[in-house]
């Protein structure tokens, strides 16, 4: 394998890694009852649309149909991929639900 296709390869690896740290957080914010955009540009305020989370929105399902995704496994991912930004409006969104006693 030549290095234009090792570099393709950590390339399409990581996009498709970065679809699924995004796919997490949607069906996170979706079992929360949470509008995954509206969170998304809380923490992106200056950002353009995502056509990523617009992608991973569609591969949702319903809270009902949904396994349980941890706090835990939401901020570690949204941590490996650098979303600091993200990962604290979600931290805030976790405290708004333990304050009130939602979920």
Not at 22 to 29: H, Y
Not at 46 to 53: C, K, R, Y
Not at 92 to 101: C, D, I, T, V, W
Request: proline share 5%.
């Amino acid at each position: 394998m030549d290095p234009k296709e090792i570099e393709h390869k950590i390339i399409q690896n990581y996009k498709q890694d970065e679809g699924m740290m995004i796919l997490v957080f949607a069906q996170w914010c979706i079992n929360h009852d949470i509008d995954p955009k509206e969170l998304y540009f809380r923490a992106y305020p200056g950002q353009a649309e995502n056509e990523l989370l617009n992608h991973m929105l569609e591969q949702t399902v319903p809270k009902q149909e949904s396994e349980e995704i941890p706090d835990s496994t939401v901020l570690g991912v949204l941590s490996l991929f650098g979303n600091e930004d993200l990962a604290f409006e979600v931290s805030n969104e976790m405290e708004r639900r333990a304050k009130h006693g939602t979920d």
